[in-house]
């Protein structure tokens, strides 16, 4: 069966009996050459009419043509020798441009698949088993209550979300309420509130002195004015600053002592100098009580001696 094809159409050929034409020629007592020359034909071609093939003719229509002209020079009977296929071989087969068609049936039966599983046939209860229907009610039921507990916490949400303002003021006033309540309770038992301790100061300094400064001369020094000798009576800060500008301090334990040694005249303050005995020029010098500080203006010596430990 030969088939020619163009944009729109497909001709169905006809069959060409080649047996009947060489049958033909041998009665004629003529050979493939003979009947080439006298159809302007080459030897090849008349041999593919008779056993088949192609390649001498530019198409199949054309090799019709050719056997129709074989056909007519034995003067023979065109429907015999070019036999049209039986319907049952009529069929069309598969061809370049029918691909995209193929594709597009199997893309609709694909896509008619989906949606025969997304919509399922309905399904009678009489056709189904007494565990299916139990096994239907109970994925229904839970769908039923998987759905009520979603609305049940949209709810919440939303009505937390109007009244939010509400609740939250709620909790501050309580809040402020327990406090205010606390304040009340210190404020009627100040008895039960702890004592409160001053903070001390970790870091010793000399005692301020305000106003003017008594001053101390002693009377018929014994040594030279350069130094005094402090001991306290009581663990407390001794201060010195001399005639130079320059400030000592101590911190003395009770019962402990320290020379400050420096130039004329001093200055000597504490707390309370009655609790430090003072000595200069080899001399005591008394102090009042809770008296601050003290100036010690030296004496020149008529002869000078060494300072005695």
């Known amino acids: 069966m030969s088939l020619v094809s163009g944009k729109s159409k497909v001709e169905v050929l006809p069959q060409i009996q080649g047996h009947l034409l060489k049958v033909a020629r041998e009665k004629a007592g003529l050979t493939e050459a003979e009947v080439a020359l006298k159809l302007c034909l080459s030897k090849k071609s008349v041999i593919q009419l008779e056993e088949g093939g192609t390649s001498t003719f530019f198409s199949e ?22 036999v049209m296929p039986q319907p049952e071989h009529n069929q069309q087969p598969d061809l370049p441009f029918d691909e995209p068609v193929a594709k597009a049936g199997a893309l609709a039966v694909k896509f008619s698949k989906k949606i025969v599983i997304q919509n399922p046939p309905k399904i009678s209860l009489d056709d189904l088993s007494s565990g299916e229907v139990a096994l239907m009610g109970q994925k229904q039921e839970r769908s039923h209550r998987a759905a009520v507990s979603l609305a049940l916490v949209v709810m919440v949400g939303v009505g937390f979300y109007f009244t939010q303002d509400a609740i939250l003021g709620l909790f501050a006033s309580d809040s402020k309420t327990v406090v205010t309540e606390v304040k009340n309770e210190e404020v009627l038992s100040p008895e039960l509130a702890p004592a409160v301790t001053p903070p001390v100061d970790a870091t010793p300094a000399c005692p301020k002195v305000e106003g003017a400064v008594p001053e101390v001369k002693v009377f018929e020094p014994v040594k030279v004015g350069n130094f005094v000798f402090v001991q306290a009576k009581v663990k407390q800060i001794v201060c010195v600053a001399d005639g130079s500008g320059k400030t000592s301090m101590q911190v003395l334990e009770a019962g402990s002592n320290f020379n400050f040694i420096g130039n004329a005249p001093f200055t000597v303050s504490s707390e309370d100098l009655s609790q430090v005995a003072i000595f200069y020029q080899g001399k005591p010098v008394r102090t009042k009580k809770s008296q601050v500080a003290v100036k010690l203006v030296e004496t020149k010596l008529a002869t000078l001696a060494s300072p005695a430990n």
């Open 61 to 82: 229509p054309h090799k019709i043509s050719v056997a129709k002209r074989v056909i007519a020079l034995f003067n023979l009977d065109e429907n015999q020798v070019l």
